[in-house]
């Protein structure tokens, strides 16, 4: 909004022009989303404490009865600083804000949706693992086709480490995308297990996504960097950026003993928005590698199912794999700023791709 109501006087007032730059409304929008979460923040977890919105506690596993209570769909203080600052930033005739909008918001609902459930009900059932998937993966499905229906889309696939190895996917490149923006969401929903785990990685991931959706749509750097140039992709730094003011602000709450916890409505719709993100500047490979942790998480869900099915026995003492080492007697802390380090050096990692090619 604010880009449409300053740069139209550019001309007759110099200093408007500074909206015309990206990096500057990059710059405002991380500000505003983090005054935004900074202003919002204590009264909406007044709010929750008053409606009573506590997480419910498995009785199972660690211990972590003292958290029991602890307001939850602290999500809702991201996606509104989020989304208001981007709002407020970006130009909103670009296609691909809009598109990442909508599925933030839509992953956003249908968290919020299951964690009233949750606490409605008084436990950690809420929406059925089936009924959610399916949600998940018909809004994915919706984005995937957009993408793909668009006359500039290009259904080649950029590899790291891989200049000239290019596989063309053609229509199954939908299910492949729709896939990929379902397993980041539900790989963000495991992660978020213990205080500021799941928003550190998340700031990091958003990070790394600004640098490329620049990198993606400036044709000069993208032509040096080798990969692909996506025209318009660029206003996603934008995007980018109003998520780590958000996330940002959000971590001051989070931080152990957290005040507030993200809940199901914050992790859906930030892992739904990163794998989009990913999809829409056409770095679907190199996802894994910048949110390595997340797909840890996930792989130790799964791994732990499949030998538990298969041969009656568990590979770690429990999963998620954060909670493997909490069950070996590493404190919470020591567990998260871990896990952040190796998201930091992965983000890196990531972005080192970029020129080993």
Known sequence: MLYHLFFRFASEFGPFNVFRYITFRTGAATLTALFIAFMVGPPLIRWLERMRVGQPIRDIGPDHQSKEGTPTMGGLLILLSLLVSVLLWSNLDNRFVWIVIGITSGYGLLGFIDDYRKVKEGHHGGISARAKLFWQTLMAIGVALAIYNHPDFDAHLAVPFFKNFTPHLGVFYVPFAAFVIVATSNSVNLTDGLDGLAIGPVLVSAGT????????????????????????????????????????????????????????VGSLALGGALGTIAVLIRQEFLLPIVGGIFVVEALSVMIQVASFKM???????????????????WPEQKIVVRFWIVSAILGLVALSTLKLR
């Open 311 to 329: 041969t009656g026995k568990r590979v770690f003492l429990m999963a998620p794999i954060h909670h493997h080492y909490e069950q070996l007697g």
């Open 209 to 264: 996504f600004l640098i490329l959706a620049y990198a993606a749509g400036h044709a000069g750097i993208a032509d040096y960097l080798a990969i692909k140039y996506v025209p318009g992709s660029g206003h996603l730094t934008i995007f980018c950026g109003a998520l780590i003011g958000g996330g940002l602000g959000f971590l001051w709450f989070n931080a152990s003993p957290a005040q507030l916890f993200m809940g199901d």
